[in-house]
């Protein structure tokens, strides 16, 4: 679970109510036109904006990377290829069968090894998988980046709206209010969604697109040596190349 993405948008939106609550009545600031204009007008432009069939998964795996999604550090992946190395080593490849591994990718790759298929397949199958999951991730990336561009011009459509109703009708004072409220509200709803929620978001998937990407590419290559029967001691040599210098210090004298 993604703690700092949840506290955020919470901590964000409860400051906002408290400024409502201290000055008057949140009420005031709840009204469903300009909800529908903001959020069914902010879905709709994206829908025009990508293809219905990746729309969808897109937005899931971009929602449960940015918000459940467990950061894995590059450090401990080659602490468990080295001893995942050193478990081939000693046992040979069928060892790695009753081996537990944490990463889901790393566990496919050492599955591969204990059936036994080439590594040209192994490389191969991924790789794939990696380009496949990284292109989803884009995609969910870009949805939420729609969606906070179309939030706040949707928030400027209904307040014209609001202002336009409200100059068809000033002969009567009793619509004036409610026109006033689509008018500012849409804005405000507009502001809230795309800077409070999916601005934030694409910047959270953006950092974590490029760990992903770092992450998977070490897990091909450690299980790339592991099938290639190289040493332990070799592989960590090798992989330490994705660590920062600090990083690579410190894993330098803990071995």
């Known amino acids: 679970m993604d703690l700092s993405s949840i506290i955020g948008i919470i901590a964000a939106f409860t400051v906002v109510v408290i400024a409502i609550l201290l000055g008057g009545n949140i009420t005031q600031f709840i009204d469903v036109p300009s909800m529908l204009i903001v959020l069914g007008g902010g879905f709709a432009a994206t829908l025009v904006r990508f293809p219905l069939a990746g729309i969808g998964s897109a937005f899931v795996v971009g929602s449960k990377v940015a918000f459940t999604h467990k950061k894995v550090s590059p450090r401990d992946l080659i602490e468990e290829v080295t001893s995942l190395a050193d478990t081939v080593r000693k046992s040979g490849p069928l060892g ?4 537990e591994v944490s990463d889901p990718n790393l566990a496919k790759g050492v599955q591969y090894i204990a059936d036994g ?44 709206v609001g202002l336009v109703q409200m100059l ?25 969604i795309s800077n409070v929620v999916c601005l934030p978001l694409v910047d959270k998937l953006d950092s974590k697109f490029d760990v992903e990407e770092v992450n998977q590419t070490l897990v091909i290559d450690g299980v790339m040596q592991i099938r290639e029967n190289k ?4 592989i960590r040599d090798m992989l330490v190349a994705y660590l920062p210098e600090k990083q690579r210090a410190e894993l330098a004298e803990a071995a």
């Open 117 to 160: 298929y080439e590594a040209s397949f192994i490389k191969d199958t991924m790789e794939r998988e990696r380009d496949l999951y990284l292109e989803r991730l884009s995609e969910g990336k870009r949805v939420f980046k729609a969606l906070g561009d179309s939030a706040p011009a949707f928030g400027m459509i209904g307040t014209l």
């Open 96 to 99: 790695l069968e009753n081996v």
């Open 168 to 192: 068809a009708t000033m002969d009567d004072p009793s619509t004036i209010g409610p026109s006033m409220a689509i008018a500012l509200l849409t804005t405000l709803y507009g502001a809230l």
């Open 231 to 234: 040493s332990p001691a070799l």
